[in-house]
């Protein structure tokens, strides 16, 4: 059977009535991120039902603008921490109380078309929703100018070292609630988080309960608040979208301002996120200003947002070229030539196909067709390899974490559509 072939029955087999989740038994529910990939692929041979995977999504947005992480339908014991565990949190259905990288407008703009075949029923469909979610972001999840993250998992890089500095910090809360976890039951356990940062992460959703899931209080007092390049550049290019979607639909110049005054906020803040001394955009702790000691898979993502100087620039296409010497598949999710990587343990290393996805839009969109290539090329030899996994070993190709993953199913239908 041809990939192809194998990556639809994937997430056939992946589809619970109208959404997605990743994969069976590890992550049973629908994900917020992983759903616009996924809509993507989908895409190219059903648009009905890529559709449905975005208005679904949408069905758990919060009446302050959020969409969570993770939507919870059921209450699943597969997965930890379920809905009983985040408690009772505002939107419609229950779900986590916080969000993840906002690909889906960007995601809505490439579903919907260009030129005169373009959607424009279906972008007035959702339009004031994604909106309303943009806005959450600028109001509720800023500090100090910049969008921030409260949890490591609302940054969608769970145990990406960049989190340290700010776990370090942090104290567990000497009255956690006791658990036990369940995502090491269903695979490896070197290939996940270690405990301690579960008890920081659970600690972090014990603070969220104690203030009811008020979000500005969320980001104000909570015991985590980093600057996160994923988000930042995410959001940035997804305002861009919302952008030309608010011209397109000729919505009103309140409107309009409010979106462009986002974008000047956004390229104003990307600055805050450069290390010169990485030559690189990496993380950073808001309260101490502390940088992150590496360069990530989302350092690149300046050129999916359309931002940074031309020196920087430079300086993250030698840090690709580097690290394109290092390791025989790109783009790994830490710097092999940092501390701390580890290129099976989840966002320590491991190439992640979302991510090679869009740093592959981004190069090919401002240019850089070699290196776009390459990373394009890289991720389907891994698949070629060794199947559809969650993610990959950057030495190796071998599959880590999750099988039968719908991201990666999607992301290899969007590149052989
Ligand atoms: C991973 O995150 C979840 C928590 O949200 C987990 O580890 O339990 C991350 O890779 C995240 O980016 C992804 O959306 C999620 C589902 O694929 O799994």
């Not at 690149?300 to 100087?309: E, M, N, R, V």
């Not at 891994?382 to 199913?409: D, Q, R």
Request: charged residues 20%; aromatic residues 12%.
């Amino acid at each position: 059977m041809s990939l192809t072939q194998i990556a639809i029955d994937t997430l056939a087999k992946n589809d619970r009535g109208g959404f997605t989740i990743p994969t069976a038994g590890l992550y049973p529910y629908q994900w917020n991120w992983d759903s616009a990939f996924i809509a993507l692929g989908i895409a190219t041979y059903d648009m009905d039902r890529a559709w449905a995977e975005v208005t679904s999504l949408l069905e758990g947005q919060w009446p302050d603008g959020m969409i969570p992480s993770i939507i919870f339908r059921s209450d699943d014991p597969d997965y930890f921490p379920g809905p009983s565990r985040w408690g009772k949190t505002p939107g419609p259905i229950p779900s986590t109380g916080v969000s993840q990288p906002p690909v889906l407008t960007t995601a809505v703009m490439q579903l919907t078309g260009t030129g005169s075949n373009r959607d424009t029923a279906r972008r007035a469909e959702v339009f004031d929703q994604l909106f309303a979610y943009h806005k959450w972001f600028h109001d509720n999840r800023t500090a100090k100018g910049i969008v921030a993250t409260v949890h490591p998992w609302e940054t969608g890089r769970d145990n990406c070292p960049e989190w340290n500095i700010g776990l370090d910090l942090m104290q567990v809360a000497p009255d956690l609630a006791p658990y036990t976890r369940m995502d090491n039951k269903h695979v490896d356990a070197s290939f996940r988080p270690t405990q301690e940062q579960y008890d920081k992460y659970l600690t972090i959703i014990q603070f969220g309960q104690s203030v009811g899931w008020d979000q500005r209080r969320l980001t104000e007092e909570g015991p985590f608040l980093m600057a996160d390049p994923n988000i930042h550049f995410i959001l940035l290019r997804a305002d861009k979208d919302l952008l030309a979607m608010a011209r397109d639909l000729g919505k009103s110049a309140d409107v309009v301002a409010a979106i462009e005054g986002w974008i000047a906020k956004g390229e104003a803040a990307s600055d805050f996120l450069w290390s010169e001394e990485l030559g690189a955009f990496t993380a950073r702790d808001i309260r101490t200003g502390a940088f992150s000691k590496g360069f990530s898979n989302c350092s690149p993502l300046c050129f999916y947002a359309d931002t940074g100087t031309p020196e920087q620039r430079a300086r993250i296409l030698e840090n690709l070229q580097r690290i394109a010497s290092k390791v025989d598949y790109m783009l790994p999710s830490w710097d092999p030539d940092a501390d701390e990587f580890e290129p099976q343990r989840y966002w320590c290393g491991p190439v992640w196909p979302q991510m090679n996805f869009m740093v592959a839009q981004g190069l090919a969109e401002t240019g850089e067709d070699t290196l776009a290539q390459l990373i394009r090329d890289d991720l389907c030899r891994a698949i070629e390899k060794s199947g559809f996994w969650e993610c990959f070993n950057p030495l190796t190709g071998e599959g880590c974490v999750g099988k039968n993953f719908s991201w990666t199913a999607a992301v290899w239908l969007s590149w052989q559509h």
